[in-house]
């Protein structure tokens, strides 16, 4: 399995396959589920009360993508600190861009293994009569 689809984070190691199909299901679906849950924070009220269920957001979207207690290990011994939430929900977003573009770039040179290019397409014509 490729390293880029292990998430290095506090200590923990997660496994994340986005060209898996189920995988990529629930990681859409916690996403969703997260902007549905964030129409819903609190923007009045006690300052602390708005932190904690921000931070609470976040436990949610990784115990939807990798499982319940996910969030546990990632954030044991952390504060409920929205920069420390914010800073591991960037590094998040960094590996999926990572896992993304190299699964985007390997099927792109897979394909183009396969698919002629065009001067080589003209030539195949030309030499069948066809141009």
């Given at each position: 399995?490729?390293?880029?689809k292990?998430?290095e984070?506090?200590?923990?190691?997660?496994?994340l396959?986005?060209e898996?199909?189920?995988?990529?299901e629930?990681?859409?679906?916690?996403?969703a589920?997260?902007?549905?849950e964030?129409?819903?924070l609190?923007?009045?009220?006690?300052a602390?009360a708005r932190i904690?269920a921000?931070c609470?957001m976040?436990?949610?979207l990784y115990?939807?993508?990798?499982?319940?207690g996910t969030?546990?290990?990632i954030?044991?011994?952390?504060?409920?600190n929205?920069a420390?939430y914010d800073?591991v929900?960037?590094c998040?977003?960094e590996f999926?861009?990572t896992?993304?573009?190299?699964?985007?770039?390997?099927r792109?040179?897979?394909?183009?293994k396969?698919?002629?290019?065009r001067?080589?397409?003209?030539a195949?014509l030309?030499k069948?009569?066809?141009?």
């Open positions: 399995m490729s390293q880029a292990n998430w984070i506090n200590g923990v190691s997660l496994t396959d986005l898996d199909a189920d995988v990529l629930r990681y859409e679906d916690a996403f589920s997260m902007e549905r964030e129409m819903h609190p923007k009045d009220g006690k602390s904690r921000y609470e976040y436990r949610h115990d939807h993508i990798f499982g319940d969030a546990e290990k954030f044991a011994e952390k504060p409920v929205a420390v800073e929900y960037g998040f977003l999926v861009r896992q993304l573009t190299e699964s985007a770039k390997r792109g040179e897979a394909l183009g396969y698919r002629p290019n001067a080589q397409k003209r195949t030309k069948i009569g066809k141009l």
